[in-house]
């Protein structure tokens, strides 16, 4: 049975499943939080293990993966684009974004199986796309400066937000953007994004106060989820709704989707009880 240690958290974890995005830090060392959907908290999941810092940084889940770029492995050393093992933190870099620093923005597409990312380094703004291997390609210039990207997987939109905390939507054929609004928060550097496809609801962790928002996906309006209750940066937000888990045979994956749902049931009481 391929569950990962990561989709199998997600089944046990998620509100139906989601009441949890996963953020990742920027902080030495860089570290994976889960961010409560219904109140915004964020609590650490996991430090990674083999990087000094991370800076600036975006993570997304394709197919039970997660992937994180700007991680960097020391002083001087380039920034990385690469996989996150959930139970270790360990990072594994898949390519060094082509000598960019400012890969700030990743979003994950499971009906094409690949990322997009955008390099920030100059004033266009390349929208990229990425293997899960690490090959990557330049679609078009949005010529915007995107702080970070989230992808609905639902009704296949890539949305994006910029420097100057603007919404936009990005056609991923050609890259053009197009505004939809203003999201309300003031200029800052960085918003995390992540859809959460189960639920059709856009998020923003916005790191000028340390809070979870919503996203209205007509205007760019954000709504106060709540705090972090933390003042470390969370300013990559993971999709959540892009998480794919492909069991076989099917015999055992009705198996296995039993034995989860129990130990989903036999933690429950516990997690409601802290609330």
Not at 59 to 71: C, E, F, M, P
Not at 245 to 260: F, R, S, V
């Amino acid at each position: 049975m391929r569950y990962s240690f990561l989709a199998f958290f997600l089944l046990c974890s998620s509100s139906a499943f989601g009441d949890l995005l996963y953020g990742l830090s920027t902080s030495i060392p860089g570290t994976v939080y889960t961010v409560n959907t219904a109140t915004g908290a964020a609590t650490p999941f996991v430090n990674l293990t083999n990087e000094l810092l991370t800076s600036l940084v975006d993570i997304t889940i394709l197919d039970g993966t997660l992937y994180a770029s700007d991680v960097i492995a020391g002083a001087g050393a380039p920034s990385n684009f690469g996989s996150i093992d959930p139970v270790t933190g360990a990072f594994t870099a898949l390519n060094q974004q082509g000598g960019s620093t400012n890969w700030q923005a990743l979003a994950a597409n499971p009906t094409l199986g690949i990322l997009y990312a955008a390099d920030e380094t100059g004033v266009t703004v390349p929208l990229i796309s990425v293997s899960p291997s690490g090959a990557f390609s330049t679609i078009g210039n949005t010529n915007i400066q995107i702080s970070d990207l989230a992808y609905d997987s639902v009704h296949g939109i890539l949305y994006a937000v910029d420097d100057s905390d603007n919404l936009y939507t990005v056609n991923v054929t050609t890259a053009a953007a197009t505004l939809i609004g203003s999201t309300g928060l003031g200029n800052q550097i960085k918003i995390g994004l992540g859809y959460d496809s189960n639920n059709n609801v856009l998020y923003a962790n916005f790191v000028g106060n340390h809070s979870l928002y919503t996203l209205n996906t007509t205007t760019g309006a954000a709504t106060l989820v709540g705090a972090n209750g933390t003042t470390v940066e969370i300013d990559g937000l993971a999709d959540f709704g892009v998480v794919s888990i492909t069991p076989e045979p099917a015999t055992i994956a009705l198996i296995g989707l039993g034995l989860g749902a129990l130990v989903c049931y036999r933690r429950r009481p516990k997690r409601q009880a802290g609330r």
